[in-house]
């Protein structure tokens, strides 16, 4: 079992490092380049998130249902953050629904960790 947890620690860590170091780019970008509407909107679901998934790494509760609700928001800010990404620097999404598949995500994922606190294991 300490072999999950460790891959998940680190995941989780790491994503929140990816996440963090893009948001406060993405946020740097708005400012000096103007572009609030969309970077100022990677900044914040960037920035919003990354702590969550650093509590999520460094936390001493880990059942499988919390796991799997930090798991989708990763997935969920990292496909949205992307997606914004790719509309700024690429002039276009990541793929059809992308951004609104990623924002469902985000809280599809965050209602597990509700869930896990009510009826997980500790």
């Known amino acids: 079992m300490q072999a999950n947890a460790d891959w998940f620690s680190r995941l989780a860590i790491f994503l929140a490092g990816i996440l963090g170091a893009a948001g406060v780019a993405a946020e740097a970008g708005a400012s000096h380049a103007g572009d609030t509407r969309v970077l100022g909107a990677l900044a914040l ?3 919003s998130h990354a702590p969550a ?11 499988r249902v919390l796991r799997a609700g930090a798991i989708i928001i990763a997935v969920g800010a990292c496909l949205f953050s992307a997606d914004l990404a790719a509309r700024h620097f690429l002039g276009g999404g990541l793929f059809p629904m992308s951004a609104p598949f990623g924002g469902t995500a985000i809280i599809a994922g965050w209602l597990v960790v509700a869930v896990a606190a009510l009826f997980g294991h500790r």
């Open 53 to 63: 998934l650093l509590a999520f790494g460094l936390s001493s509760v880990q059942g």
């Open 45 to 47: 679901i960037a920035l």
